[in-house]
């Protein structure tokens, strides 16, 4: 069963203005973490924000923030102040289970947003 | 500080061929994990080694083996490539095992004729 799911294959945004990517995602842990990645054209992924399940505040990281929406499973990504380099593919992924466990260190990601940023 | 590293940044094998992708994790770094990216099936989790001994392991066929060595670099190997094979596969490292940041490499695309 898919765990995360990115329903808007591609978002358009005007320079300078904020946009929201959607991800919802399915676990029956407690512990988990959520994250986003960026991946321009060049193929390497880039970390960009963190949110553990037991996060109590919205991470945010400079122009990005995390809406954190626990009992609706969301984990949206907003970008303020869109800017040119930002159009890229964006992931939401999730690692479940605590600290430790098996499957700590797997990844397990949606398909991914394209983001468009027009000047 | 230098980042992950991968090589070849390409690589073109044919059907049958079997392929090494090599993979150096950021100095210090010691969990080392690898995906595959394809248009269809989109990322998925290979394998993640940490201390040489692998930890943990997707849903990918036995073709597909990795290992780790003792200065953290790790290898991945596919043997009798198929044409389904062709993606770009990443590779991500980590402080420890329990970190919760993965920091990948530009990756490894390669393609099978």
């Known amino acids: 069963a898919q765990k995360i799911t990115q329903t808007q294959p591609g978002m358009f945004v005007q320079e300078k203005e904020a946009v929201t990517l959607d991800c919802t995602y399915d676990t029956s842990d407690q512990s988990y973490g959520l994250f986003w990645y960026k991946q321009p054209s060049s193929g390497e992924m880039i970390f960009l924000i963190y949110?553990?399940?037991?996060?109590?505040q919205n991470a945010t990281e400079g122009r990005y923030s995390l809406n954190f929406q626990k009992a609706r499973k969301s984990a949206n990504l907003v970008i303020s102040a869109s800017q040119l380099g930002d159009s890229a593919m964006y992931f939401c992924?999730?690692?479940?289970?605590?600290?430790?466990?098996?499957?700590?260190?797997?990844?397990?990601f949606g398909q991914g947003t394209i983001l468009t940023v027009h000047p | 500080k230098a980042g992950v590293t991968q090589t070849p940044r390409y690589l073109i094998k044919t059907r049958g061929q079997q392929v090494t992708l090599s993979c150096s994790p950021i100095?210090?770094?010691?969990?080392v994990s690898w995906y595959q990216q394809t248009p269809g099936q989109g990322l998925q989790f290979l394998f993640e080694y940490f201390s040489e001994t692998q930890r943990n392991k997707g849903n990918f066929p036995g073709r597909f083996s990795g290992r780790q060595f003792s200065n953290s670099r790790s290898e991945m190997n596919v043997s009798t490539l198929e044409l389904g094979d062709s993606a770009l596969y990443l590779c991500?490292?980590?402080?420890?095992?329990?970190?919760?940041?993965?920091?990948f490499g530009p990756g490894t695309r390669l393609t099978v004729t």
């Open positions: 991500a490292s980590s402080l420890r095992y329990s970190s919760y940041e993965q920091y």
């Open positions: 100095s210090g770094h010691r969990s």
């Open positions: 949110q553990g399940s037991y996060d109590e």
């Open positions: 992924a999730m690692r479940e289970g605590p600290a430790g466990g098996t499957s700590y260190g797997k990844l397990t």
